[in-house]
């Protein structure tokens, strides 16, 4: 008796595969069916796959349409992508945040930012936060982001980001120090990863093959044990287009006097009118002005 249920791949490696089957809690071990073996590799953690169940054995048939996929790590199926950011050491640099943010954006993966070592500054989790990390909170609220405040060895703030993540898989993307490893604990009271785990597990040394595996956390959801957007590299495309990889930006974009406004200097631009107004933060906004420079110039140089 063959039977075919369906699961999620937790971790892939090669030729061997855990899948975790719908409605049950166990993970099984998969090996490849024939057809699927010359392409090892193609299946993927996140992955959502066929499986045939028969006496003693268990091996995946078939996998299910992607909704999309990382390259970094190797992951298929990701919801969102969780920004962890310290408020202090090592201190927020907005710009490289919204690297991180630009590239989840061009795949259209939802964004949460959590910003930890609420205590560095701050006495309780209600008190008021200095004017700097207020207006970053700020910037990243008008532009739509959920923003966590969190000081995960206190408990501040957990509850809700467990809460945010309770749904599908999260990519996890921060600098090194920004407390990863510390808020996953948190969430996974089970995990046990020492501090500084994440960032070796990123695979900075360069012979490390390593497989990614899906998580649970303790309030429901998964995240991907190995983080992503290390690399602040921004995705091709045309100065046009990257207003729209800034939520607030597209937003105002449809009132602006011509098409094809790149917000800079035209007139009639009704992103800057935002700005001007306080709907855009002229912080996020002057990151973009950096950003489009960028885009730009790489571009003159593929013609040079
Ligand atoms: N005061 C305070 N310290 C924290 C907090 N979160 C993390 N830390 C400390 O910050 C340091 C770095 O935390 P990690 O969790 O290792 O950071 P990480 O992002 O996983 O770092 P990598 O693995 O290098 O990428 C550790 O010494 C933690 O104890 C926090 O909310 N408050
Ligand atoms: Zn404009």
Redesign the pocket.
């Known amino acids: 008796m063959v039977s075919l249920r369906t699961g999620t791949v937790v971790k892939a490696q090669t030729n061997l595969y855990e899948v975790r089957l719908d409605g049950e809690e166990q993970v099984i071990l998969c090996a490849l069916r024939g057809r699927l073996r010359r392409q090892a590799g193609d299946v993927l953690t996140g992955d959502r796959v066929e499986v045939a169940l028969q006496d003693g054995g268990a091996a995946i048939e078939r996998v299910l349409p992607r909704r999309n996929r990382l390259v970094r790590p190797p992951i298929a199926n990701v919801d969102r992508v969780l920004l ?1 950011q ?1 408020l202090q050491e090592p201190d927020p640099v907005p710009i490289l945040m919204d690297r991180v943010i630009v590239q989840a954006e061009a795949m259209d993966l939802p964004v949460v930012i959590a910003f ?5 500054v701050a006495r309780a989790p209600e008190d008021p936060l200095p004017g700097w990390a207020a207006r970053l909170v700020e910037g990243y609220r008008l532009a739509g982001y959920p923003v966590h405040l ?4 206190r408990g501040w703030g957990v509850e809700g980001l467990a809460a945010a993540l309770r749904e599908g898989v999260t990519v996890v993307a ?1 600098p ?8 996953l604990n948190a969430l996974q009271p089970g995990l046990n990863l020492a ?6 597990k ?1 695979g900075r040394g360069r012979h490390t093959t390593r497989f990614v595996e899906l998580l649970p956390l303790a309030g429901g959801g998964w995240v991907a044990d190995t ?1 992503g957007f290390s690399k602040l590299e921004l995705p091709e495309l045309e100065p046009e287009e990257l207003g729209d990889l800034w939520p607030e930006i597209r937003r105002a974009a449809p009132g602006c006097r011509f098409r094809g406004c790149l917000h800079r200097s035209e007139p009639g631009c009704a992103v800057r009118a935002a700005r001007d107004q306080g709907q855009i933060a002229s912080w996020r906004y002057q990151n973009y002005l950096v950003l489009l420079s960028e885009v730009e110039e790489r571009l003159a140089e593929r013609y040079r």
């Open positions: 962890v310290s930890t070592k609420l205590d560095r969190l000081a995960a060895p921060g090194s120090g920004a407390g990863k490893s510390t808020l501090t500084g785990e994440v960032s070796r990123l983080p």
